[in-house]
């Protein structure tokens, strides 16, 4: 039976022939990537935000909302009012739509009308993020998307709330048509903000600081 090494070493001392292991190499010992690894990750988010944004938008907007017009005696929805509404409009689509009807529109505000402003605005925010280098124009350019969410979202709420009442509340029909104009012409800035960063990202130099002379 062969001896083991603390055998030998004892035996024969320090002249003991012991044989020598080694470990083998260790594979990918750095977790690093490259930046062109890490652009083209982040190009493939931002291609499927965009693609989930315009499909989000042509599922709440141009199919739900227009097909709930056939329970509102084809009255649109308030989402749809880039207008804003008013008193009159809300009690006669009061009157139109049943406790179901309104139940879907709520539901419909709770799923794709909560969706389509959350992954819009993560979208443009990794857009404008990626793209504008100078910090204060950033934060300026985010702003806009960051308000959109926060107003579509508060929208949601008080089209709900100005529906709910059996008779129309003067404020809530208020807030809730000026929430609703406000969302749509933060969507336009939004996407105008879009445009701006990607303009930004293909001249870079004008989204830098500018070098201090002397």
Request: charged content about 15%; cysteine-free.
């Given at each position: 039976?062969?001896?083991?090494?603390?055998?030998?070493?004892?035996?024969?001392?320090?002249?003991a022939a012991v044989p020598q292991h080694s470990l083998p190499p260790v594979i990918n010992p750095t977790t690093s990537r490259s930046p062109q690894a890490a652009q083209n990750n982040t190009n493939l988010i931002l291609i499927a935000g965009v693609v989930a944004s315009l499909f989000l938008?042509?599922?709440?907007?141009?199919?739900?909302?227009?097909?709930?017009?056939?329970?509102?005696?084809?009255?649109?929805?308030?989402?749809?009012?880039?207008?804003?509404?008013?008193?009159?409009?809300?009690?006669?689509?009061?009157?139109?739509?049943?406790?179901?009807?309104?139940?879907?529109?709520?539901?419909?505000?709770?799923?794709?009308?909560?969706?389509?402003?959350?992954?819009?605005?993560?979208?443009?925010?990794?857009?404008?993020?990626?793209?504008?280098?100078?910090?204060?124009?950033?934060?300026?350019?985010?702003?806009?998307?960051?308000?959109?969410?926060?107003?579509?979202?508060?929208?949601?709420?008080?089209?709900?709330?100005?529906?709910?009442?059996?008779?129309?509340?003067?404020?809530?029909?208020?807030?809730?048509?000026?929430?609703?104009?406000?969302?749509?012409?933060?969507?336009?800035?939004?996407?105008?903000?879009?445009?701006?960063?990607?303009?930004?990202?293909?001249?870079?130099?004008?989204?830098?600081?500018?070098?201090?002379?002397?």
């Open positions: 039976m062969a001896k083991t090494p603390a055998q030998r070493i004892k035996k024969h001392g320090s002249k938008f042509w599922y709440f907007h141009l199919l739900t909302l227009q097909q709930l017009t056939q329970l509102s005696g084809g009255l649109a929805m308030p989402d749809s009012l880039v207008g804003g509404f008013d008193t009159s409009y809300v009690g006669q689509l009061n009157a139109a739509m049943d406790g179901d009807a309104r139940g879907q529109l709520n539901y419909i505000h709770k799923t794709a009308g909560t969706l389509f402003p959350l992954i819009f605005g993560f979208t443009w925010l990794l857009l404008i993020g990626t793209s504008v280098a100078r910090k204060s124009l950033r934060w300026a350019l985010w702003a806009v998307p960051l308000v959109f969410v926060v107003v579509r979202l508060w929208g949601n709420v008080a089209i709900d709330a100005a529906l709910a009442s059996e008779t129309a509340d003067a404020g809530q029909v208020a807030l809730a048509s000026g929430l609703t104009v406000a969302g749509w012409v933060l969507f336009v800035l939004s996407l105008l903000a879009g445009a701006a960063a990607v303009f930004l990202r293909k001249t870079p130099f004008l989204g830098k600081k500018p070098a201090k002379i002397g």
